[in-house]
């Protein structure tokens, strides 16, 4: 590892040198493993925050209370530390900057770490494709990204904050609702193109619910994730 970030309380993101990677679509995962002194090894699948060419990746971890492999990469992990990666994994919950339809991202918690990777890539192609990400977050400290994300160029944010709101927040605290969704608009009535990641609970009611809005359940995509 060469570089490491607190992102949130719970939260880190690591940068990885990993020789041969090359670099991988935005939405991509990887697998990383850990060995232990005794010889256990543990493998846990983490999206991909970084989209770009090169030998460097970005994963960003959110610490689970029972986790056996987040507590190690969000507390203990060190830089100049080694981790064993396989990848760039997955085809299918990508983005390519050639694609010039509407984007829409739903992000549950750290589900928007490979959603990050797609605005990142749309900012870096300089694509003037429609893309708007509503990130759901329990609190503004929850936020992974926030600053960069604020500050993205081409995207529009909404926020959704389902425990505890900023000051003056006109929406009050809850869970993303079909109201919330409905309240999208897109030019001339275009259909988005879908990406919805986060966990399985979240991600099956958001897909349900924009199914019911008229959203072509083909041009919905998913990831979600859960403890092991």
Sequence with gaps: MVEATRLTATGRSLVLDVPGWGGNLAGQHADVRLTAPDGYQAVRSYSVASAHAGDRLEIAVDRLPDGEVSPFLVDAIEVGDQVEVRGPLGGWFVWRPEETGPVLLIGGGSGIVPLMAMVRAHEA??????????????????????????????????????????????????????????????????????????????????????????????????????GA
């Design 125 to 226: 192609a300089g694509s003037v494709t429609p893309f708007r990400l509503v990130s759901s977050v329990r609190s503004p400290e929850d936020a992974f990204f926030a600053d960069e994300l604020r500050a993205a160029a081409g995207v529009e944010v909404t926020w959704i904050y389902t425990r505890r709101t900023p000051e003056g927040w006109s929406r009050p605290a809850g869970r993303l609702t079909a109201t919330d969704l409905g309240a999208l608009r897109w030019p001339d009535g275009e259909a988005p193109s879908v990406f919805v990641c986060g966990p399985t609970g979240f991600v099956e009611a958001v897909a349900d619910t924009l199914v019911s809005l008229g959203h072509d359940p083909a041009r919905i995509k998913t990831e979600r994730f859960g």
